[in-house]
């Protein structure tokens, strides 16, 4: 094996031009398939972020049947929240915070929308959403607050600005209309325009007067450290609150869920479209080589080589071609998508559609090895089939007809 690897090398490079171009070949289709699932991984990861970071946390805790059918009535105890303390303590990086929410209108001078009010505790709820961190005019909330933190969205729907006030009506807990005015403190931007034009936030004190429930909430979010924890802390939480509905991220996304599965078989679909024309390419160049070195076959099949020796020969010089295309593809892929993780690819041209998608207008490709290895392997396995018939071709030369082609 060793003879017929130095072989299979040297005759890599009897045609450079030739091999450069098999390596070229190989390595585009590598860096386009690399690139391609990174982004796509990325803008998948991004809406997965959104989901937990805007829409409930790793895993949200409501009365039964809140989720389907949100009520101000069907609310939890606020003790529920030092329960679920208890549960999830000990895990580092994990954050628990209550809200108390419910639908109304917001009202300006010449406008009016549909909004969900939801009452926070400031403190808490900057650790289990980014909104703290979104907010670009004004500040965020503060415990006794008596304004108002509204997206920017929602703000140029309504014509407001900074500073102004807003009417807020909803049906308090005796289903009366409760209205209140309170003044814009803040602006956010999270990047998902229709959560921006749909949620507004208040303190849990201003919520609580507004709403007429002294005691209570409608919601827990829960953020972990880690979402490998999700599932087993969200089923410790079952057992431990039978009385209270527990839900990860997936069981409220389930389209997003399913997108991911989506992602998943067109990383696949991707690899196995690229990899067959690199396959075709791989067929008709070594054909060519076979019938160039038609004569020298002929003499190693004469000297006795066996034709099962060829056919190996020929399918290392495949091996090696592409392995070199492979790392090209992999180098070339590194110094650009390295750049990328850094720095982010930048379509805020198209921002506006994307954060309608609840994403922002800048993406970081994400490396998943799931989707990279069985790729690498596919490949692999893809130039082995490509080059049999090739191979099998240069064995079944007859040894005396060989010698004598031109």
Same mark, same amino acid.
């Given at each position: 094996m060793k003879l017929e690897a130095r072989i299979a090398w040297r005759s890599i490079w009897r045609q450079p031009r030739r091999s450069a171009v098999l390596m070229g070949a190989v390595a585009v289709a590598v860096f386009t398939w690399v690139g391609s699932t990174a982004f796509t991984d990325g803008f998948g990861a991004q809406m997965v972020q959104s989901a937990v970071n805007l829409q409930g946390g790793h895993i949200q805790v409501n009365a039964p049947g809140y989720f389907t059918n949100p009520s101000l009535r069907v609310r939890m105890d606020t003790s529920i929240v030092n329960r679920i303390r208890? +549960?999830?303590?000990?895990?580092?990086?994990?954050?628990?915070?209550?809200?108390?929410?419910?639908?109304?209108?917001?009202?300006?001078?010449?406008?009016?929308?549909?909004?969900?009010?939801?009452?926070?505790?400031?403190?808490?709820?900057?650790?289990?959403?980014?909104?703290?961190?979104?907010?670009?005019?004004?500040?965020?909330?503060?415990? #006794? #607050?008596?304004?108002?933190?509204?997206?920017? !969205?929602?703000? #140029? #729907?309504?014509?407001? @600005?900074?500073?102004?006030?807003?009417?807020?009506?909803?049906?308090?807990?005796?289903?009366e209309v409760s209205a209140a005015a309170y003044r814009i403190v803040g602006l956010y931007r999270s990047g998902n325009a229709p959560f921006d034009r749909m949620h507004v936030f208040i303190s849990m004190g201003a919520a609580r007067a507004l709403l007429g429930v002294p005691n209570g909430l409608t919601t827990v979010t829960i953020v972990l450290g880690d979402d490998a924890q999700t599932v087993n802390t969200a089923?410790?939480? @079952?057992? =431990?609150?039978? !009385?209270? $509905?527990? &839900?990860?991220?997936?069981? @409220?996304?389930?389209?997003?869920?399913?997108?991911?599965?989506?992602?998943?078989?067109?990383? *696949? &679909?991707?690899?196995?479209?690229?990899?067959? =024309?690199?396959?075709?390419?791989?067929?008709?160049?070594?054909?060519?080589?076979?019938?160039?070195?038609?004569?020298?076959?002929?003499?190693?099949?004469?000297?006795?080589?066996?034709?099962?020796?060829? @056919?190996?020969?020929?399918? *290392? $010089?495949?091996?090696?071609?592409?392995?070199?295309?492979?790392?090209?593809?992999? =180098?070339?892929?590194? +110094?650009?998508?390295?750049?990328w993780f850094r720095n982010g690819l930048d379509l805020s041209r198209f921002a506006s559609g994307l954060s309608e998608f609840g994403m922002d207008s800048v993406v970081y490709p994400v490396l998943d090895a799931s989707h990279l290895l069985p790729g690498i392997a596919l490949i692999l396995v893809m130039v082995v089939l490509a080059v049999q018939y090739p191979a099998w071709r240069a064995s079944r030369f007859k040894p005396v007809e060989a010698m004598q082609h031109d």
């Open positions: 208890t +549960v999830t303590g000990q895990q580092a990086g994990t954050h628990v915070a209550g809200q108390l929410s419910n639908t109304g209108m917001a009202n300006a001078p010449a406008q009016s929308a549909a909004i969900t009010v939801t009452g926070v505790v400031p403190a808490e709820e900057s650790l289990v959403t980014t909104i703290a961190s979104n907010v670009e005019e004004g500040r965020y909330l503060t415990d #006794d #607050d008596d304004g108002v933190l509204i997206g920017a !969205e929602l703000a #140029d #729907d309504l014509g407001l @600005r900074l500073g102004e006030k807003l009417v807020i009506m909803v049906n308090n807990d005796e289903t089923e410790n939480l @079952r057992n =431990a609150l039978p !009385e209270a $509905e527990v &839900l990860t991220w997936r069981e @409220r996304n389930p389209m997003l869920e399913m997108m991911e599965e989506a992602y998943d078989y067109s990383a *696949l &679909l991707t690899a196995i479209i690229l990899f067959i =024309a690199v396959g075709f390419i791989l067929v008709n160049s070594f054909l060519m080589v076979i019938f160039e070195r038609i004569k020298e076959f002929g003499v190693m099949l004469a000297a006795g080589t066996k034709p099962a020796v060829i @056919r190996r020969m020929l399918v *290392l $010089e495949a091996l090696m071609t592409s392995l070199m295309g492979l790392a090209g593809g992999l =180098a070339l892929s590194a +110094v650009l998508l390295g750049f």
